[in-house]
């Protein structure tokens, strides 16, 4: 009980800085510098709509980068706090029942469509409000709903490996290029098209296809690697 | 090459090298340590007196030279080295981990040297903290209670050298050099209370290496629990670090005006001096025992110094070298009958004289120049003490230094007897007198104390020179040192001891003779059982040797003064603190959400803070 | 059971409905469009064919057609049936009702057809389907007018199963 | 004001309302599938909504963001529903 | 043509919109699970098509992917409401007292493993 | 291609990304990636350095082509660059030891761990190199995600619970961070540091205090300030010993540049000073007193770690020339010290699950190397001539001399000699009590100790010869305290 | 109608803010605290997004139909940093959700203060 109103009175005199100061910063009036530098040059020099994406690709893809890594990072980390040597004949751990049949054949059908959605997504990742990562969510969702759905159904790490070190070298490869090139990391060395088009922006396209697999790929795998550890044949500890 | 580079890479290569003999070599060990100290000693004495270095290094700049002050240090430092070294080869026979001992050892007179030759506060410190790890190094080397004993050393010597360390950025705060020569010029300008700050943090540094009161609680163990051959050295140069580091303090970094310094040093020295010896006569343990010696006699020599008389300072200087010479020639003598004997405890060993002869006699020998008897030279050296105390209206010092020197006495009667007189112990009866290398460095020893008390002019002369780098006028008459001596001379119009001396030293060497000799052809060699009990049957508790408790009364009478230790006073400290560390230790409570609390309430804080930090 | 051209009919299906999928979400016949599409809508179509579909284009057969719009129809009327029943019962809750969970079989075969019913069902007036094992169903019936399992089935699915049965079982 | 903006903010309100009903049972439960229940409902609510946004600001891209959360939505009421059945 | 589209959009956007709010009425009014389940999918899966109908109508332009959606909502919806009601009864959360009849019970009771 | 700073950061990531791959083809190339990486990255830190300093200039990286502001630039100075190739070389030594570490694990587990283990270093590398503020948040998350995993990383441990807290501090100190450069972002409407400096002297005073104290909270997280360091003893009592390493000689360093970098360059508000003085004494003291009371290596050594982090809070603090120097000192040493009795201390107590001091009883005769160097660590990390520790405390205790901050001076002496008590303590028990334990001992394998004696050596060198790296620590002062020539060389770059 | 504004998108942020803190320093279960944790970032994305927008502004995406309209379009920074933001938060959950069923599996329990092996 002490606890607790300790914890709300630190937590006012905190809120009332906080809005005291957020109050100060003007609401929806103006843009800041580098806003306004980007939402002029990104169609300009990247011939990329959504400056957003232009943003993080490009003008930020170093952070992007980063952000990748964090995933990358999460998965790798998720594995290896989740992981546990298998012991002599220790079967699959599986979920207790098996789910809806009705579920199942509705993931059937819409499993496909999801995937599309999210290639989709990533694919048009400068022209439209996805992404990348948006649109590699949406593909570990999928599997999310497979998972889901069929108590067998298996996700192979393997190729889950094979899908995120290419993505993840490819993204840096791209990077390197600039380097080779005698330019910079990360910058662009294709021709930018037209805006709107789908063939715009340069690498951003290619660079977002990249991270839309990688971040399938291991959503999938912590998806999957959660999942797998929460069944009850896991719970026992070795 | 400069001879100081060359000295110090003697010793701290040679140390090196010693370790990888005894690794590889084992057999050239011995002989290399000794030629070592030889070469060293050989550099040392040839050294030009104008050889000097300046460096920089780290953005510090250092300069090494010996004074005529260190100089005088560094005569006991390379001297007594040697012959410690050369008790050594024989003393450490068989014994494990020789490498490690000889690695240190030289470390130990290499970081002296270093100390003595550092004109800077840095090089000090520097080689300070280099001499403080390589004795504490030996000091855990063997022997039981290591922990307890390190750890007291090594807490003492840390509290010491940060005292120190502080002491000396704050002198460099204000003088903005860490130079000796910028420090002299510049030292008066601080302000008084700061130089007392400085002094006294200064006084704790060294205080704790001369083992002044309160600070001297480590060097009992320390003394008697490291190998007796590193003892010599420990007590008898290594202690006088500190020595050297107070004249330093006293003479050239605080202005003359704070008497207030010189009074405080003088009478702790002087506290130290009864209270050790007091310790000291109720030990039963003869290492024990001439471990509270050491403390009581760095008493006199600090007290000498602290008096800031020319004769004063003259005296402490004087018995700073004596006390290396007997010290060092006492811990060896208990060394050999620790080695030959097996132990030191004087309720045990007894009436070695047979066994051990040459041992006995240099052991005597230091006891007299110890016990301030005439004509040795521990007798010049009181005498001075006392004239310089009275002339400068010390009473109630001189008070206390005779109180404990009369002590002094008791104990120096003790170890005497408990060793090497009284029954022999069958036990004891394979003793055979110690090896020569033991030998030869404690008879080497023996004479130079014999000859302080005749010729004291061979070491008054190397100490006028360094009084007259404290600022002394030199007031010696410009003779030969072998004129300079109570033999041949007068030195100066006030003392008058010639003739005394001539016919006590007379007298003195003729009943040696009689008394040794005759003592020892008409002993009567009886057994422990050999005594008449008037019909009561001696059970095996009874104590029947009145070597324990041999000054009981004495105890009794001192009993309430010693009662409570200083030790147990901090031990109380530390438990006191230990107890509150763990109250800080809760904060840490295990609950990751209370430590996110922390982080709040912390940034509410701030925030709040803020308002008046920031203007908002 | 399946031979080859079977295979290749349900594969060419599932990339064509892809593709219109594709299709709809880009909305644009720019040949990059398009081309990405074939190729990825391809992929996909590759990888998930067999679970997709079990009728490939039989399903474009013109008599299906039209039935699916009579199911269509059928299914659109029973929505608004249904949801008018459910705003009178929203706006008031007083009405009696009478729940249980009711059972019958069904004579659909395929599964798809079988999910159809299902959907009907739950999405038609005080019907929500539980579960589905086998050929029965389980339905949570808001207002039960019957125990009898050949009435129930006919109060809820024969009107339904007998256009989709043309559909898919025929 | 055009009748246009009248009907869209009547509209939006109309929905709006709608999602206030769903998040008072949403908080109000009581038990975890009444919530999902609530959770079902206001992501359908969210998508009617955000596609009459998109109308509303006249951008066809806004679209795409309903279609997604469509399915992130459906995908995670079916998730917690396995959930409570025991099955994840 | 133009404005007859309009109104048959603004008609289907007012028809959804009034749908969908009594959906989340029946969320909030109706007395337990099953109840709410009832009265909240069809109502709010009723509602959402016909406001995307609507605004289909509106901006003809499109329809294209607002079919999509509509179709996809008309699927998805049953289907995670009978997800919910499946998830709740295994969750021990049975919809009625125990005179009503309850033919799942016996399901739920063999508990055969099928898949 | 040339060689730049990027490649301390892209280079390892695309190892990270390769190694999983790579461990399928061969089970050892997981392991030798990262230390051929990291050797690669001590080379071109030494072809950089050198090139930096003998042309004394600094290299503006731009990213993505895009000049600052606009695009994300790295800044390689003498500064950032010393910080740099301190953890690319102490990586590498790292690695070494970790080489043969746990022989007992898992390929695919060890394959996680490398790849955690590089990403900890290049997220700390990244900190340090980034001129962009959100992109350094960015590498401070990447740098905690590969924390959090590897203090979880042992099952048999209590990792997941101290990972637990790291992960709870950690995202209060995202948190604030986050919030602090939005706050940032909305005054000056620029992620870039340099130019964000440029701008800070138009800034609300009122404005500029919340985002500095959330700053100053956000990165005295990873700094380990008390009182914000719950996390850090739990963390380096079960993170794997090597781990422990970089902790010390890393991830803490790259929290305090952060710090640092934020009051120095971007705000440059002299009243936070002293609050940094005194929070880092009250770190360093409560740190230090519960080590003294500590049963435990591993929790000794954590706390003392985080002690000389309040040493080097404090030298910050002071603010002066002087004092900064002794702070960059200061965090080497510690770098170097911390790091060496990580590496040995874990030997030490390899085999043992509870650690306590007891299982080194008496361990110095069976491992004597290992205990030599724990022992000649111990010496130099209190500071005793002529190891490095000596210089680091000595030039602290000039600065603070310098400006008469007497009181600052005492404490930092007497928490010098609590120090020395419980190392002391620990040398004693290695050295003078009798083994009781029967937990069977973990003899180094040869690259491990090839590790240890790597740092021994330097701990050494720069004892006896300060002038080895003074130099540099200078040059590194003078850039960090030049406010200017940052801005001004980062704002002049123009590619595009 | 701009204060309305500034009330509803700074002000809902900053409460889900506090919200997610007081879970995080006050719950006792983990996962609770896990949640309180992500509705803290919740609460901080949103003060991302509100801090970019501008009145009647759109999305920063150039399509055919608001070719011309950048004036209109609501600073792109803060969106694409949320966009880091939301994937490192994401990132930091799922490993939060990891050592959360290992504490689970270890301890028996979710109560923080119970799992308190490492101490003082
Ligand atoms: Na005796
Ligand atoms: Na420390």
Do not use: C
């Not at chain 1, 103006?30 to 306004?36: P, T």
């Not at chain 2, 390379?78 to 490498?99: C, N």
């Not at chain 2, 290594?238 to 003479?251: E, I, P, R």
């Not at chain 6, 620029?190 to 005073?205: F, G, S, W």
Request: hydrophobic fraction near 55%.
């Amino acid at each position: 009980m002490i606890k607790q109103f300790f914890v709300i009175l630190i937590l006012s005199i905190v809120g009332y800085f906080l809005v005291d100061a957020f109050f100060k910063v003007p609401f929806g009036e103006k843009r800041n510098n580098v806003g306004n530098y980007y939402i002029e040059k990104s169609p300009v020099d990247l011939k990329v709509s959504n400056a957003v994406t232009a943003i993080v690709v490009n003008y930020r893809g170093f952070d992007t980068l980063g952000e990748v890594t964090v995933l990358f990072l999460a998965a790798t980390g998720l594995g290896s706090i989740m992981y546990r040597r298998k012991q002599k004949g220790e079967k699959e751990a599986r979920a207790k029942n098996p789910s809806s049949r009705i579920i199942q054949i509705g993931s059937q059908i819409l499993f496909p469509m999801i995937i599309l959605l999210g290639g989709y997504v990533f694919i048009h990742g400068h022209l439209s409000p996805g992404g990348g990562f948006q649109g590699g969510a949406i593909i570990a969702t999928a599997s999310l709903l497979m998972l889901i759905s069929y108590r067998k159904f298996k996700i192979n790490h393997n190729t889950i490996t094979w899908i995120e070190s290419i993505a993840g070298v490819v993204f840096a490869s791209l990077g390197f290029v600039g380097l080779v090139l005698g330019r910079t990391f990360l910058e662009n060395f294709l021709p930018s098209g037209e805006l709107n088009d789908l063939l715009s922006g340069g690498i951003i396209g290619i660079i977002y296809i990249a991270v839309g697999f990688k971040v399938a790929s291991e959503l999938t795998g912590v998806i999957d690697t959660v999942l797998l550890n929460n069944r009850p044949e896991a719970q026992k500890e070795n | 090459m400069n001879s100081l580079i060359l000295l110090l890479i003697l010793v701290f290569g040679g140390a090196l090298l010693s370790y990888l003999l005894n690794k590889f070599l084992p057999i050239l060990r011995d002989g290399f340590v000794v030629l070592l100290m030889l070469l060293v000693n050989y550099v040392f004495f040839t050294m030009d007196s104008a050889t000097q270095i300046e460096f920089e290094i780290g953005g510090i700049h250092l300069q090494w030279a010996f004074s005529s002050a260190a100089f005088l240090f560094g005569i006991i430092v390379s001297i007594l080295g040697l012959l410690s070294i050369t008790y050594s080869t024989a003393y450490m026979q068989g014994k494990d981990r020789l490498g490690y001992f000889y690695m240190n050892f030289l470390f130990s007179i290499g970081s002296m040297l270093g100390i003595l030759m550092s004109r800077d506060l840095i090089s000090l410190f520097f080689f300070w903290e280099i001499m403080t790890w390589s004795s504490y190094l030996i000091v855990i080397y063997s022997g039981k209670d290591v922990d307890k004993r390190g750890l007291k050393y090594i807490v003492f010597s840390a509290i010491g050298a940060y005292s120190m360390l502080m002491a000396i950025v704050i002198i460099y705060g204000f003088t903005g050099s860490f130079l000796l020569t910028d420090i002299f010029d510049s030292i008066f300008a601080i302000k008084a209370s700061y130089q007392l700050a400085i002094a006294i943090l200064l006084m704790i540094g060294f205080g704790v290496k001369s083992a002044m009161m309160p600070l001297h609680v480590w060097a009992s163990g320390a003394y008697s629990g490291s190998p007796m051959s590193f003892t010599a050295l420990f007590s008898g140069a290594l202690s006088k670090m500190g020595v050297f580091g107070f004249s330093l303090v006293l003479f050239n970094l605080v202005s003359n005006q704070n008497w207030l310094i010189n009074e405080i040093i003088a009478w702790l020295a002087a506290i130290t001096a009864v209270l050790a010896t007091f310790y000291a006569v109720i030990q039963s343990d003869a290492k024990k025992l001439l471990a509270y010696s050491s403390i009581a006699q760095l008493g006199y020599i600090v007290i000498g110094l602290a008096s800031g008389t020319y004769l004063g300072v003259m005296a402490g200087l004087f018995l700073a070298v004596l006390h290396a010479v007997f010290k060092g020639t006492l811990f060896m003598a208990v060394g050999a009958v620790e080695k030959q004997a097996g132990t030191t405890d004087m309720t045990k060993v007894s009436g070695l004289i047979r066994k051990m002869p040459w041992t006995f006699t240099a052991s005597l020998i230091s006891i007299i120049a110890l016990a301030g008897i005439p004509p040795l030279g521990g007798f010049v050296g009181k005498w001075m003490l006392y004239e310089a105390l009275i002339t400068s209206d010390h009473y109630y010092l001189v008070i206390m230094v005779f109180l404990s020197s009369t002590a002094a006495f008791l104990y120096s009667y003790r170890i005497l007897f408990g060793l090497f007189l009284g029954q022999e112990e069958p036990e004891f009866a394979h003793v055979k007198e110690a090896p020569l290398p033991m030998l030869i460095p404690m008879l080497l020893l023996s004479g130079i104390s014999v000859l302080s008390g005749t010729f004291p002019g061979f070491i008054l002369e190397p100490i006028q020179n360094a009084m007259v780098s404290f600022g002394f006028d030199p007031r010696l008459p410009n003779i030969e040192w072998w004129q300079l001596s109570v033999l041949f001379n007068s030195w100066g119009d006030k003392v008058v001891l010639q003739n005394v001396m001539i016919s006590i030293t007379a007298v003195f060497l003729i009943a040696l003779t009689l008394i040794t000799w005759k003592g020892y052809k008409k002993q009567r060699y009886v057994t422990t059982k050999d005594i008449s009990s008037s019909g009561e049957i001696i059970q095996a508790e009874d104590n029947m040797t009145f070597q324990i408790d041999f000054y009981k009364p004495f105890e009794r009478a001192i009993w309430p003064l010693l009662k409570r230790k200083i030790d147990d006073y901090y031990t109380d400290f530390g438990n006191g603190l230990e107890a509150l560390f763990d109250l800080v230790k809760r904060i840490y409570n295990g609950n990751g959400q209370f430590y996110a609390i922390y982080v709040m309430a912390f940034l509410a804080l701030l925030l709040i803070a803020g308002t008046k930090y920031f203007g908002f | 059971m399946k031979n080859k051209a079977q295979k290749w009919g349900r594969f060419l299906y599932t990339w064509l409905i892809l593709m219109i999928v594709w299709y709809s979400y880009t909305v644009s016949l720019a040949s990059a469009e398009l081309i990405t599409g074939i190729i990825v809508t391809g992929l996909i179509a590759a990888l998930n064919f067999t679970s997709f579909t079990h009728y490939g284009f039989s399903l474009f057969h013109p008599r299906r057609i039209l039935y699916i719009l009579q199911f269509s129809f059928v299914f659109l009327v029973a929505l608004v049936k249904s949801n008018i029943q459910v705003a009178k019962i929203v706006i008031n809750p007083k009405l009696p009702v009478n729940p249980g969970i009711v059972k019958f079989k069904t004579t659909l075969k395929s599964d798809f057809a079988k999910m159809v019913l299902a959907n009907t069902i739950t999405l038609t007036p005080g019907t929500l389907t539980v579960d589905l094992i086998g050929d029965e169903f389980y339905i949570h019936w808001l207002n039960m007018t019957s125990h009898d399992e050949a009435a129930i089935y006919e109060d809820i699915a024969a009107d339904f199963e007998k256009v989709l049965i043309k559909i898919f079982d025929k | 004001m055009l009748f246009e903006d009248y009907f869209n903010l009547v509209i939006m309100a109309i929905i709006s309302l709608a999602f206030l009903l769903g998040m008072v049972r949403f908080f109000k439960g009581p038990t975890a599938s009444d919530r999902v229940v609530a959770l079902d409902t206001i992501s359908t609510l969210a998508i009617a909504a955000m596609v009459y946004m998109a109308h509303i600001f006249g951008r066809f891209i806004y679209i795409d963001v309903s279609l997604v959360y469509a399915v992130l939505g459906f995908i995670g009421v079916l998730a917690f529903a396995r959930y409570l059945e025991g099955g994840i | 043509m133009g404005i007859f589209l309009v109104y048959f959009g603004y008609f289907f956007v007012t028809i959804g919109a009034i749908f969908l709010f009594l959906g989340a009425l029946g969320i909030y009014r109706m007395p337990d699970l099953y109840t709410r389940l009832q009265a909240g999918t069809k109502a709010s899966t009723l509602g959402a098509m016909s406001l995307i109908l609507g605004v289909a109508f509106l901006e003809p332009d499109w329809w294209i992917k607002l079919i999509i959606m509509i179709l996809f909502i008309a699927f998805s919806n049953p289907l995670s409401s009978h997800a919910i009601a499946r998830g709740s009864y295994k969750h021990n959360l049975k919809p009625f007292s125990k005179e009503q009849i309850d033919a799942y019970e016996e399901v739920e009771e063999s508990k055969e493993e099928q898949e | 291609m040339v060689i730049s700073p990027v490649h301390y950061i892209a280079l390892p990531l695309m190892a990270a990304f390769l190694i999983p791959l790579f461990g399928k083809l061969n089970k050892d190339l997981a392991r030798i990636i990262p230390g051929l990486v990291l050797l690669y990255l001590s080379y071109i830190s030494v072809v950089l350095m050198n090139q930096i300093i003998s042309s004394n200039t600094i290299i503006v990286e731009i990213i993505a082509g895009w000049r600052p502001p606009w695009g994300i630039n790295l800044v390689f100075s003498p500064f950032t660059g010393f910080l740099a190739s301190m953890f690319s070389m102490l990586g590498f030594v790292i690695w070494m030891y970790t080489y043969n570490f746990k022989p007992e694990v898992d390929n695919a587990q060890k394959q996680k761990f490398y790849v955690l283990f590089m990403m900890l270093i290049t997220g700390a590398t990244g900190i340090v190199l980034t001129g962009d503020i959100f992109n350094l948040f960015v590498f401070l998350e990447i740098t905690a995600i590969s924390a959090y995993s590897l203090t979880a990383f042992y099952r048999e441990r209590d990792g997941a619970e101290a990972a637990f807290k790291y992960l709870l501090i950690g995202s209060f100190s995202s948190t604030l961070i986050l919030l602090a450069i939005l706050l940032l972002y909305t005054q000056v409407g620029t992620l870039n540091m340099a130019e964000i400096a440029l701008k800070m002297p138009a800034v609300d005073p009122y404005m500029k205090g919340v985002i500095l104290i959330l700053f100053f909270v956000g990165f005295g997280i990873e700094a380990e300030m008390f009182p914000l360091n719950g996390w850090s003893p739990d963390v380096y009592t079960q993170a794997p010993g090597p781990i422990g390493a970089i902790f010390a000689g890393m991830v803490v360093k790259a929290g305090i540049y952060g710090l640092i970098r934020v009051v120095f360059t971007l705000f440059d508000v002299k009243e936070i000073l002293p609050l940094l003085v005194i929070i880092g004494m009250i770190t360093m003291a409560v740190a230090e007193v519960i080590a003294l009371r500590q049963g435990k290596l591993k929790r000794m050594l954590a706390y003392s770690s985080i002690g000389q982090m309040g040493l080097v809070v404090v030298a910050f603090g002071i603010g002066t020339h002087e004092s900064v120097f002794a702070a960059i000192f200061l965090m080497f040493n510690h770098a170097i010290i911390k790091g060496m009795l990580f590496l040995s201390g874990t030997y030490l107590v390899y085999n043992s699950t509870e650690k306590t001091l007891d299982d080194v009883d008496g361990i110095g005769k069976y491992l004597p190397f290992t205990s030599f160097l724990f022992a000649l660590g111990s010496l130099a990390i209190v500071g005793m001539p002529p190891f490095a520790g000596f210089w680091s405390k000595l030039y602290l205790l000039m600065a603070a001399a310098d400006v008469r901050l007497m009181a600052v001076i005492a404490i930092i002496l007497v928490v010098s000699v609590i120090e020395i008590v419980y190392y002391f303590r620990v040398i004693h028990r290695i050295y003078f009590r009798e083994r009781t334990s029967t937990i069977e001992l973990k003899i180094p394998s040869f690259n491990a100790k090839s590790a240890m004696l790597i740092l021994a050596i330097i701990i050494v060198a720069v004892g006896v010869y300060p002038d080895l790296i003074s130099g540099l620590i200078e040059r590194a002062t003078t850039d960090l305290l030049d406010k200017q020539s940052y801005i001004q060389s980062v704002l002049s770059v123009g590619l595009k | 109608m701009n204060e309305f504004l500034t009330i509803s998108f700074y002000g809902t942020a900053i409460v889900l803010m506090l919200i997610g803190l007081y879970a995080a320093l006050a719950k006792k279960n983990l996962l609770k605290i896990v949640i309180g944790l992500s509705i803290i970032d919740s609460g901080l994305h949103l003060l991302f997004v509100a801090i970019g927008f501008i009145s009647n502004g759109t999305a920063p995406i150039f399509s055919p139909e608001v070719l011309e309209s950048a004036q209109q379009m609501v600073d792109p920074v803060p969106q694409a940093l949320v966009l880091t933001a939301i994937v490192i938060g994401f990132a930091t959950t799922a490993v939060a959700l990891a050592l959360v069923i290992r504490l689970y599996k270890h301890h028996n329990t979710a109560a923080i203060d119970e799992i308190k092996n490492l101490k003082w």
